[in-house]
């Protein structure tokens, strides 16, 4: 037994009423919701804050109205059952989270930490403890859970392959599309260094530099290859993004796009636009631009030194016509092969358009070397290469520009090229180096031409006629008109300067009308003179472009009727290169006009691609056998045979032959020997312009010979 006196008494009633104080202030004041409730659901005491919780204005407000906890607060009535459940096991529970209805009947969710009180016997009395509204944290959670779903999502149903590396190198996650795209299962890679499965050895330094880069903090995105898992070498475009927490970068996101389609849609575009579609050879476009890297690369270096080659076939024309398009495509394809395999992986071979090849030789230590390419090419292209019908040789002209310093655009250095090419053509030289003379003829080519186009609108043209003389009679036959240009500041400049240049502008055309035209008014002219209208002849040149107009026949007629001589006076020339075009349109032309009554003759002959079976069928009277034959003396043997030869088939034939070029008299006495018909050239006379020529005629009319003993 205790013995307590009253002081002691009353001293423990103060520290108990003190207690009592604390625990009340704390109850009432506590920012967080307390209670006691019963085991059957109705509240034994609740504080203020847990009123406001629930959207009561006062604890006892709040007790009365809830008689039933399980069905009036929980939203899931089952959730009491699991917290008596949680209770009656363990005693207490802790962080019970749970939806319940205010009374405003709004919901909310709660977090409840609580113990059951027991009495003697063990029973629960009731159950006292803390609420605390979360809900504004579970909204939170809702938020993030969403997030988590979505990006859950996204990272397994994106179309690209994404793969989460720690910063140890390892892999933490990969999605469908990266098993997919690269072959390996996540649940086999994760853990191991993915640069071991998928990058190639050959970029490890450069993936080691996009790592530094993005733990840097840095976004890097680049077009990379990466191995697959039967590696197979796949081009991506990789993104490589940092995972920042706290500030700090905790591993990297990459995201690989496979891009083999669009590389090869890149490919086949690039293809398109700088190569060639039928060789595979680079283009005018992509020659271009390497041939102004290596002017660029040349001022850089003193000790570069490059060369520009133009390569055009000789007759590519003739193989497209006789043989068809095909077989011509089929050789420039071989050509083509025949460059790449002549020159080093450092240069480029490419081809600029129809039958046109460019090359670039670059770091040449001397002309030697390029010489040595020039004579590998030629060697190759001489040999019989076969187009599907047939075996054919080609060969190319080549220009060559060397002295490539000088040059400050590639404009200028291709011009000259082709300027050397076309100069290798003409003199029929299997190439020519490029050097400035060419260049000022070129100047003055570009200035004829120009005054060409304007030579016929100022009468600058006129005709000087060389007198045609028959062998048999020594009389004067005829005349051919021959077409000479007195330019006002030039003088007069010979037909070899300016008839080349009207056929490839195609001025030749309506210069060689006016001269048939001027021809025929001439000869009808003298007609009057002498009262005589078929005592003479007049032979005009035809160019092959002239003959092949579709109103050539038309534009004859008309010069006829005009001028109303006698068709059978007029001696129309073609060359044979004539021959060679459309056969049955040459044929055709040519017997229309034979029908007409105007007489044909074959210029040069000898010299182009006649044959027996052609003359045999062309409807021609004569033959003019080329000056070659009668005026060089070196092969002086052979010429006679062959002019004897070429006599003896006309007579055959029942063709007229004219010999060209006569110059002395043991000329003229073996062309009379061997029966040839007529003979024209300066031993005769030159030809001469419209006065002298009205002055020989005046003599001859009078004499009725002509002046020279014959």
């Given at each position: 037994?205790f013995n307590?006196?009253?002081?002691?008494?009353q001293e423990k009633i103060k520290?108990?009423?003190?207690?009592?104080?604390?625990?009340?202030?704390?109850?009432?004041?506590?920012?967080?919701?307390?209670?006691?409730?019963?085991?059957?659901?109705?509240?034994?005491?609740?504080?203020?804050?847990?009123?406001?919780?629930?959207g009561?204005?006062?604890?006892?407000?709040m007790?009365?109205?809830?008689?039933d906890?399980?069905?009036?607060?929980?939203l899931?009535?089952?959730?009491?059952?699991?917290?008596?459940?949680?209770m009656?096991?363990?005693?207490?529970?802790?962080?019970?989270?749970?939806?319940?209805?205010?009374?405003?009947?709004?919901?909310?969710?709660i977090?409840?930490?609580?113990?059951?009180?027991?009495?003697e016997?063990?029973?629960?009395?009731?159950?006292?403890?803390?609420?605390?509204?979360?809900t504004?944290?579970k909204?939170?959670?809702?938020?993030?859970?969403k997030q988590?779903?979505?990006?859950?999502?996204?990272?397994?149903?994106?179309?690209?392959a994404?793969?989460?590396?720690?910063?140890n190198?390892?892999?933490?996650?990969?999605?469908?599309?990266?098993?997919k795209?690269?072959?390996?299962?996540?649940?086999?890679?994760?853990?191991?260094?993915?640069?071991?499965?998928?990058?190639?050895?050959?970029?490890?330094?450069?993936?080691?530099s996009?790592r530094?880069?993005?733990?840097?903090?840095n976004?890097?995105?680049?077009?990379?290859l990466r191995?697959?898992?039967?590696?197979?070498?796949i081009?991506?475009l990789?993104?490589?993004?940092?995972?920042?927490?706290?500030?700090f970068?905790?591993?990297?996101?990459?995201?690989?796009?496979?891009?083999t389609?669009r590389k090869?849609?890149?490919?086949a575009?690039?293809?398109k636009?700088?190569?060639?579609?039928?060789?595979?050879?680079?283009?005018?476009?992509?020659?271009?631009?390497?041939?102004?890297?290596?002017i660029?690369r040349?001022?850089?270096?003193?000790?570069?030194?490059?060369?520009?080659?133009?390569?055009?076939?000789?007759?590519?024309?003739?193989v497209?016509?006789t043989?068809?398009?095909?077989?011509?495509?089929?050789?420039l394809?071989?050509?083509?092969?025949?460059?790449?395999?002549?020159?080093?992986a450092?240069?480029?071979?490419?081809?600029?358009?129809?039958?046109?090849?460019?090359?670039?030789?670059?770091?040449?230590?001397?002309?030697?070397?390029?010489?040595?390419?020039?004579?590998?090419?030629q060697?190759l292209m001489q040999?019989?290469i076969?187009?599907g019908?047939?075996?054919?040789?080609?060969s190319g002209?080549?220009?060559?520009?060397?002295?490539?310093?000088?040059?400050?655009?590639?404009?200028?250095?291709?011009?000259?090229?082709?300027?050397?090419?076309?100069?290798a053509?003409?003199?029929?030289?299997?190439?020519i180096?490029?050097?400035?003379?060419?260049?000022r003829?070129?100047?003055?080519?570009?200035?004829?031409?120009?005054?060409?186009?304007?030579?016929?609108?100022?009468?600058e043209?006129k005709?000087?006629?060389q007198?045609?003389?028959s062998l048999?009679?020594?009389l004067?036959?005829?005349f051919?008109?021959l077409?000479?240009?007195?330019?006002?500041i030039?003088g007069?400049?010979?037909?070899?300067?300016?008839?080349?240049?009207?056929?490839?502008?195609?001025?030749?055309?309506?210069?060689?009308?006016?001269?048939?035209k001027?021809a025929?008014?001439?000869?009808?002219?003298?007609?009057?003179?002498?009262?005589?209208d078929?005592?003479?002849?007049?032979s005009?040149?035809?160019s092959?472009?002239?003959?092949?107009?579709s109103?050539?026949?038309?534009?004859v007629?008309?010069?006829?009727?005009?001028?109303?001589?006698?068709?059978?006076r007029?001696?129309?020339?073609?060359?044979?290169?004539?021959?060679?075009?459309?056969?049955?349109?040459?044929?055709?032309?040519?017997?229309?006009?034979?029908?007409?009554?105007?007489?044909?003759?074959?210029d040069d002959?000898?010299?182009?691609?006649?044959?027996?079976?052609?003359?045999?069928?062309?409807?021609?009277d004569?033959?003019k056998?080329?000056?070659?034959?009668?005026?060089?003396?070196?092969?002086?043997?052979?010429?006679?045979?062959?002019?004897?030869?070429?006599?003896?088939?006309?007579?055959?034939?029942?063709?007229?032959?004219?010999?060209?070029?006569?110059?002395d008299?043991s000329?003229?006495?073996?062309l009379?020997?061997n029966?040839?018909?007529?003979?024209?050239?300066?031993y005769f006379s030159k030809?001469?312009?419209?006065?002298s020529?009205?002055?020989?005629?005046?003599k001859?009319?009078?004499?009725?010979?002509?002046?020279q003993?014959?």
């Amino acid at each position: 037994m205790f013995n307590l006196n009253s002081s002691d008494i009353q001293e423990k009633i103060k520290i108990l009423q003190e207690a009592e104080r604390k625990y009340r202030s704390i109850f009432e004041n506590a920012v967080y919701g307390i209670f006691r409730t019963t085991p059957e659901g109705y509240y034994l005491e609740a504080n203020p804050s847990l009123a406001r919780i629930y959207g009561f204005e006062h604890p006892d407000i709040m007790m009365r109205y809830f008689r039933d906890i399980k069905h009036q607060l929980y939203l899931e009535p089952t959730r009491r059952d699991d917290f008596k459940l949680l209770m009656d096991i363990h005693g207490e529970v802790f962080n019970f989270e749970s939806p319940i209805r205010k009374k405003d009947g709004s919901i909310i969710w709660i977090s409840e930490n609580a113990r059951a009180e027991k009495n003697e016997s063990g029973e629960i009395m009731y159950y006292e403890g803390t609420v605390v509204d979360i809900t504004e944290r579970k909204k939170i959670e809702s938020e993030l859970n969403k997030q988590q779903v979505y990006y859950k999502q996204l990272f397994e149903n994106t179309p690209q392959a994404i793969v989460l590396i720690d910063n140890n190198r390892n892999v933490v996650e990969a999605n469908k599309s990266f098993e997919k795209l690269f072959g390996y299962r996540a649940i086999d890679i994760k853990g191991f260094g993915i640069r071991s499965f998928i990058v190639p050895d050959e970029m490890m330094t450069e993936c080691e530099s996009y790592r530094k880069n993005v733990l840097n903090g840095n976004i890097v995105k680049k077009e990379t290859l990466r191995y697959s898992k039967n590696k197979r070498l796949i081009p991506v475009l990789m993104l490589a993004i940092p995972v920042i927490i706290d500030n700090f970068v905790q591993g990297i996101y990459y995201i690989y796009e496979d891009i083999t389609e669009r590389k090869a849609y890149e490919e086949a575009i690039i293809r398109k636009a700088f190569y060639d579609s039928l060789t595979g050879l680079p283009n005018r476009t992509l020659f271009m631009d390497r041939l102004k890297r290596a002017i660029e690369r040349g001022k850089r270096r003193n000790d570069y030194r490059f060369a520009v080659i133009m390569i055009d076939l000789n007759k590519f024309k003739l193989v497209n016509d006789t043989l068809g398009h095909l077989a011509g495509d089929r050789l420039l394809i071989n050509i083509a092969k025949v460059l790449e395999s002549s020159i080093r992986a450092i240069d480029t071979a490419a081809r600029l358009g129809g039958d046109e090849f460019a090359l670039i030789l670059e770091e040449l230590k001397d002309r030697s070397e390029l010489l040595a390419i020039v004579e590998r090419i030629q060697c190759l292209m001489q040999k019989p290469i076969n187009i599907g019908c047939k075996d054919i040789v080609s060969s190319g002209s080549i220009g060559i520009v060397w002295k490539t310093q000088e040059y400050k655009n590639p404009e200028e250095i291709l011009r000259d090229a082709d300027i050397a090419m076309y100069k290798a053509k003409e003199q029929a030289e299997s190439y020519i180096f490029f050097n400035s003379y060419m260049q000022r003829e070129i100047a003055e080519k570009t200035a004829i031409e120009t005054d060409l186009r304007e030579a016929l609108n100022k009468n600058e043209f006129k005709l000087h006629y060389q007198p045609i003389i028959s062998l048999n009679s020594g009389l004067l036959d005829g005349f051919e008109a021959l077409l000479r240009w007195y330019h006002p500041i030039r003088g007069i400049i010979p037909p070899v300067k300016f008839i080349p240049l009207a056929e490839e502008t195609g001025l030749i055309i309506p210069i060689g009308n006016w001269v048939l035209k001027e021809a025929c008014k001439q000869l009808k002219y003298w007609d009057g003179l002498y009262a005589k209208d078929d005592f003479l002849s007049i032979s005009v040149n035809v160019s092959c472009k002239q003959f092949m107009q579709s109103n050539f026949i038309e534009q004859v007629k008309d010069i006829l009727n005009q001028t109303s001589i006698n068709p059978n006076r007029l001696w129309l020339e073609i060359t044979e290169s004539v021959i060679i075009n459309d056969y049955t349109v040459v044929i055709n032309t040519m017997k229309c006009l034979k029908n007409m009554g105007i007489r044909l003759s074959i210029d040069d002959f000898g010299t182009g691609y006649s044959s027996l079976n052609y003359l045999c069928e062309l409807p021609v009277d004569c033959l003019k056998i080329d000056r070659s034959f009668i005026s060089n003396q070196k092969e002086l043997s052979n010429n006679l045979h062959i002019v004897k030869t070429i006599i003896n088939m006309a007579k055959t034939l029942g063709l007229k032959v004219v010999a060209e070029g006569v110059e002395d008299i043991s000329q003229l006495t073996d062309l009379k020997k061997n029966q040839c018909d007529k003979a024209q050239g300066y031993y005769f006379s030159k030809p001469l312009d419209v006065e002298s020529a009205g002055i020989l005629i005046a003599k001859m009319v009078t004499s009725n010979q002509f002046n020279q003993n014959i």
